[in-house]
């Protein structure tokens, strides 16, 4: 983390690396994603596909805050058009935080981190395309939304059964980038007269901050939560009007997929 912090760039550089035509969906959104958000932060993404062993390396040898690979993993490392990619033979990873959604790519984060970077997602075995879809786009959105590594990798694998096979290696407590004015997450439950509304501020790099939030104008700090008792007509204008990422009957949904349900 240390060595990172006086980079000199003025841009957030972020790569999207699809090598796997079959998990095209996935870049798509993904890519969109962190496009969209380039248009409000000064974030400069680079998106390519079917890079060889070769051009793979250079990606993690450049100097990126942050690389989202999508493709396949196995013993031998990274699948690539011309063989597979061990990162442990890279001389030095100068890329900042990553996503390896790939099946088993723990060793490759890993070595990753041993050799510079400082965290990313990673996965234990072998995770269906589906699957890995759901986790890659919840996370890339979460990312963007100014969480941790572990705190978006936490919430992203909620929207799967097996969201157990993913993990963090390096420093999950990192974050990206800044913070949002609310990045609440909020656990929704029933309740007699409406529902139970439960708002956490989990932060890593704004200790001390006040929040609003999106519930009565009502300011927590960080670290904090609060919990209070909403009609269905108040719950449904604040998941209308903002984007967040809630927990919902032990599942994790964004606020807007979630108004017609409540």
Request: with cysteine; hydrophobic share 35%.
């Amino acid at each position: 983390r240390a060595k990172y912090r006086h980079r000199g760039n003025d841009q957030l550089q972020v790569s999207v690396v699809l090598n796997d035509d079959e998990m095209c969906q996935e870049h798509q959104v993904v890519s969109d994603i962190y496009e969209e958000r380039a248009a409000d932060l000064p974030i400069d993404v680079t998106i390519q596909s079917r890079l060889d062993r070769s051009a793979l390396t250079g990606v993690f040898e450049a100097k990126n805050d942050f690389v989202h690979y999508i493709g396949h993993c196995d013993d031998g490392g990274l699948r690539c058009p011309d063989g597979t990619l061990d990162v442990a033979d890279i001389e030095e990873s100068r890329t900042r935080t990553f996503f390896l959604n790939a099946c088993g790519s723990y060793d490759q984060g890993l070595s990753l981190v041993e050799r510079g970077s400082i965290a990313g997602g990673v996965t234990f075995k072998k995770v269906l395309d589906q699957q890995a879809a759901k986790v890659g786009t919840a996370f890339a959105r979460l990312l963007v939304h100014g969480f941790s590594i572990e705190r978006a990798l936490q919430l992203a694998r909620r929207r799967i059964m097996m969201g157990k096979d993913y993990a963090v290696v390096g420093d999950g407590t990192y974050a990206l980038l800044p913070s949002p004015k609310q990045p609440a997450v909020v656990k929704i439950g029933d309740s007699d007269d409406g529902y139970s509304v439960r708002c956490e501020m989990l932060t890593a790099q704004s200790n001390g901050d006040r929040y609003d939030l999106p519930f009565d104008g009502r300011e927590i700090l960080n670290g904090d939560t609060l919990e209070m008792s909403v009609t269905a007509s108040e719950l449904r204008e604040v998941l209308s009007s903002t984007s967040l990422p809630v927990i919902y009957d032990g599942d994790f949904h964004w606020s807007e997929e979630l108004v017609d349900e409540v």
